[in-house]
């Protein structure tokens, strides 16, 4: 993982269903859901660091996250 994930994701090493899986528990959990639209999550600080845009569709994340996974 990159250095900016690998801080949000708390590991060096995971598999890319792992991360997809942990990304979707952050933005429950910190309920970065966008009100008027759930299909999109609303990046904080730690999260803009990694898709670099303010707001993002959660079904397209990969797109974004493939850069920061090395296989």
């Keep these: ?3 900016e994930l690998s801080e949000i994701m708390g590991q060096d090493e995971m598999p890319r269903h792992e991360v997809v899986k942990r ?5 429950k959990e ?3 859901y966008d009100p008027e639209n759930k299909q999109f999550a ?3 600080s730690q999260l803009k ?6 707001r993002f569709r959660t079904f397209g994340m990969m797109k974004y996250l493939k850069h920061h996974i090395d296989v």
């Excluded at 660091?49 to 303010?54: L, R, W």
């Design 1 to 3: 993982l990159s250095p």
């Design 23 to 27: 990304m979707w528990a952050i933005i």
């Design 30 to 32: 910190r309920n970065l």
């Design 42 to 44: 609303i990046c904080d």
């Design 49 to 54: 660091t990694v898709f670099g845009i303010d």
